[in-house]
Structures are given as C-alpha cells and as structure tokens.
C-alpha cells in the first residue's frame, strides 16, 4: 500500500454521538498512526468553528483540518492555506429564500448566527450537534463559510436548487447543508496533500454519510462507518463497526496501519 494519510469525518465517524465523546480506542488509534508517520487530517462537513464545539482535538496534534464539506483547508497550525468561498451574490439569494420561506439559516463565518430565534424542534437539532446557540440575526452582506438549513427531514428545499454554482447535502437526517457546487470533501483533500507533497489518491479515510462519497471514492482505501447512510456502502472498499464500538481502531490494525 502507498497510504500517507488517513483522513476522519467527525460527526457519526471520530466523534459518536450515540456516547457523546470520542472513543478511547480511536485517540489510541490515531496517536498510533502519526507514532507510525502518517499524517493525520479530521476532514468534515463542519467548519473549523463548529468543529471546535466537539472534544475531537482533545489529546491529538492534527496535521490538519478541512471544514465547510472540503471548502476550507487549514494547516496543522490551522491557517487556511485554501477555500472555496460563497459570492456575495450567492449569499444574498440564499438569504432572501429563506426569510421568504421562514426558513432558520445556521451561518458559520468570523460571527457565527442563526436568522431567526428556534423553534423547540430546531433547538433540539443544535444540541445534538453540540451546538451552542449563537447570535441571532438577519444577514448584514458579511463573509459566510457554510449555511445549514434546519428544515428537517421532509422539508422541500427545492427553491433554493436554481442558486447558480450551490449544492444542498444533506449532513444528516434532519439538516440541509448548501455548498458550493464544484467543492466537496475529496478536492479539499487534494489541496492538502499538495500541500503534505503526498501524491494524489495516497490516503485512507473514513466517513458515514454521502458527503463522504468522493473522498472514499477517491482513497485507495475508503471506509464506511457501520452506522453509515446504506447508499454509502457502494463507495466504501471496507466497512467497519459502527463508530460507538472500536471500528477505526479494528480497521486501522486490519489494514496494518497501526
């Protein structure tokens, strides 16, 4: 095998959310990895800011960090060294939608906030992402690296799909995230292992949900959580225990990584 990094989604992967913590079985493992000189990389669908609201940087020096569902790339000293970033124009459609519709937009930038006060329903949904409450107010033209849509399962977001060069993936079963079309978590990857001088496709990673698919897809080992979303399975070379048992650390020793 040629792998020279390994890869983490957070929410359902590295971080449960059946025990709320990170395994100790999985800081074990990835400690066991970089002793091992593999780079280290947590790679998710939040942004830095909300990833930082989890103890998933509790007792590991990352190599690096990608947010935003691969939009935004940091360093190990968590300098973005690349994004992908929302037009002003983007935002402004988005925004007008969903006021229109009475829609409650998460915004996550330099000042993280939500459109409107929640409803008991959508509270519910922040607190299982361990998500604090933040400042509530309308979109005042400010830079916004990520939007989470908290409709829940059933709502029609079908107007925001004519929003040129926008994606909504679903992170979960509950929240609709917008993203920019052409970005996604393996071409964050990508710019990290430019920045590493790994060659391209020399990684492992691990995911649950269908916003994982690229950077499986395009891993010379892609894993899939036991917990994942069923569809995932397809793009995934090995699947693991679910991430409330030791599946990373089973997976990592199965592939004598570690």
Request: glycine content about 8%.
């Amino acid at each position: 095998m040629s792998i020279q990094a390994v890869f983490f989604d957070i929410d359902g992967t590295y971080f449960d959310h059946t025990t709320n913590k990170v395994l100790p079985e999985s800081i074990e493992a990835v400690k066991a990895l970089k002793e091992n000189g593999y780079k280290v990389v947590l790679c998710s669908g939040r942004a830095l800011s909300m990833a930082r609201k989890v103890p998933v940087f509790d007792g590991i020096k990352w190599d690096g960090f990608i947010g935003g569902g691969g939009n935004f790339v940091y360093d190990e000293d968590f300098h973005c060294i690349w994004e992908n970033a929302f037009t002003k124009e983007q935002l402004a459609q988005v925004f007008t939608i969903a006021k229109a519709l009475d829609l409650v937009i998460y915004a996550t930038g330099e000042d993280n906030f939500i459109t409107r006060e929640l409803t008991t329903k959508e509270q519910a949904l922040l607190d299982i992402f361990h998500l604090h409450t933040p400042h509530v107010h309308e979109w005042h033209g400010e830079a916004v690296h990520m939007m989470s849509l908290l409709g829940g399962k059933d709502y029609d977001y079908s107007p925001f799909d004519h929003i040129e060069n926008t994606l909504l993936q679903p992170s979960c079963d509950e929240i609709m995230d917008l993203v920019i079309a052409n970005g996604n978590k393996a071409k964050g990857i990508s710019r990290l292992l430019q920045h590493f001088g790994i060659p391209q496709g020399n990684y492992m990673a691990f995911g649950d949900n269908l916003n994982d698919k690229e950077m499986l897809q395009e891993a010379e080992i892609g894993v899939a959580m036991g917990n994942c979303t069923p569809e995932l399975k397809a793009y995934a070379n090995y699947v693991c225990a679910p991430s409330n048992e030791p599946g990373i650390y089973e997976a990592l020793k199965h592939f004598h990584l570690i």
